[in-house]
């Protein structure tokens, strides 16, 4: 399983420690220091599909702090990543993870 990590609150150590007691695997990293969200889910949206383009069976995670801006971003790119089979999780300031799931109508 594949995770990329995002931390905007916190630190990456943090994000990290709540993803893995959720996601079992390994991280790839997203610079801390880049604070517009819009950026930074940018590369984590490029290094997910590279992940997904050379581990086409793997699990692709992308963990993101719970933020509104985070939120907006993930529900707007919501039929690229059901496309890609890139999963997204919002990471809250307690550690716990929730899973993004689109809203049915």
């Known amino acids: 399983m594949t995770v ?3 931390a905007a609150w916190g630190t990456a ?5 709540a993803l893995e007691r959720h996601l079992t695997g390994a991280l790839v990293e997203v610079p801390e220091h880049d604070e517009s969200p819009r950026r930074a ?5 490029r290094k997910s599909l590279m992940l997904r383009q050379t581990h086409p069976f793997d699990t ?3 963990g993101l702090p719970d933020l509104l801006r985070y ?3 993930v529900a707007g790119s919501e039929v690229t990543l059901r496309a890609t089979n890139i ?8 550690g716990s993870a929730e899973q993004y799931l689109p809203e049915t109508e």
Do not use: G
Not at 13 to 17: D, G, I, L, P
Not at 88 to 93: E, G, L, V
């Open 41 to 45: 889910f940018s590369e984590a949206l």
């Open 71 to 73: 939120r907006d971003l």
């Open 4 to 6: 990329t990590d995002i």
């Open 60 to 62: 692709v995670a992308i």
């Open 13 to 17: 150590n943090h994000v990290r420690a």
């Open 87 to 94: 999963d997204a999780y919002f990471i809250r300031q307690d």
